[in-house]
């Protein structure tokens, strides 16, 4: 069985840093891009970041280039996510997925929660 | 604003059709990229419903199919159930922007 698990959401204040975790387990994890998907409160999906099985092709959204920084162990099969400068906007729901490197994504975590406060 | 289009909202009676359609561009669907589809049902996360523009996963029942067309895309849902009742997000590849894309998301809502 697949699974992802997310970990290391909090509360934060602006201008902080956080570092989000994912554990996989269940599928051969460095056959696999990886990316970072958030959902804010009440609204819809945003792709953040992903990663490619080798860590050779790494790609950001727009709203946090310079900020974030994805990276994964593959011999520890975890994904990261270092996010630095953290604004309010970037509270959200912060999701791990398991697939191509232009998707689809076929496996999510359940998410972690970062909440950023002024 | 998303860089796909998707409504906002589409509503059904059990047992009818409906159709939620992503509208892109030429960096993105009209460049070729392949168009996937999730479900998200309330309080979870999404799951992948439609890969390649017209494929469905191991599980997914044959009522839900995809399609593409020049810049756009459409998901079908037919015969209604309430289980349905779900908010659905496109997703493809945009090389103008180097990366992943979303539509914004539909909620159907099975009256």
């Known amino acids: 069985e697949v699974l992802l698990v997310e970990s290391g959401g909090g509360l934060v204040q602006t201008g902080r840093s956080l570092r989000l975790s994912c554990a996989a387990s269940g599928f051969t994890f460095d056959d696999y891009a990886l990316h970072w998907v958030r959902q804010a409160p009440g609204k819809g999906l945003e792709w953040v970041s992903g990663i490619s099985w080798d860590s050779s092709n790494i790609a950001y959204a727009d709203s946090v280039k310079g900020r974030f920084t994805i990276s994964r162990d593959n011999a520890k099969n975890s994904l990261y996510l270092q996010m630095n400068s953290l604004r309010t906007e970037d509270t959200a729901l912060y999701y791990c997925?398991?697939?191509?490197?232009?998707?689809?994504?076929?496996?999510w975590g359940q998410g972690a929660l970062v909440t950023v406060s002024s | 604003q998303s860089v796909l289009t998707q409504p906002p909202s589409v509503s059904g009676a059990p047992g009818q059709r409906v159709t939620i359609s992503c509208t892109g561009s030429s960096s993105n669907i009209g460049a070729g990229y392949d168009v996937h589809w999730y479900q998200q049902l309330p309080g979870t996360a999404p799951k992948l419903l439609i890969y390649g523009n017209s494929n469905r996963p191991s599980g997914v029942p044959g009522r839900f199919s995809g399609s593409e067309s020049g810049t756009s895309a459409s998901l079908a849902i037919s015969g209604l159930q309430a289980e349905d009742e779900a908010d659905y997000y496109c997703?493809?590849?945009?090389?103008?922007?180097?990366?992943?894309?979303f539509g914004g998301g539909t909620k159907l809502t099975v009256l």
């Open positions: 997925a398991k697939g191509q490197v232009a998707g689809p994504f076929d496996y």
């Open positions: 997703q493809t590849y945009d090389r103008s922007l180097s990366g992943v894309v």
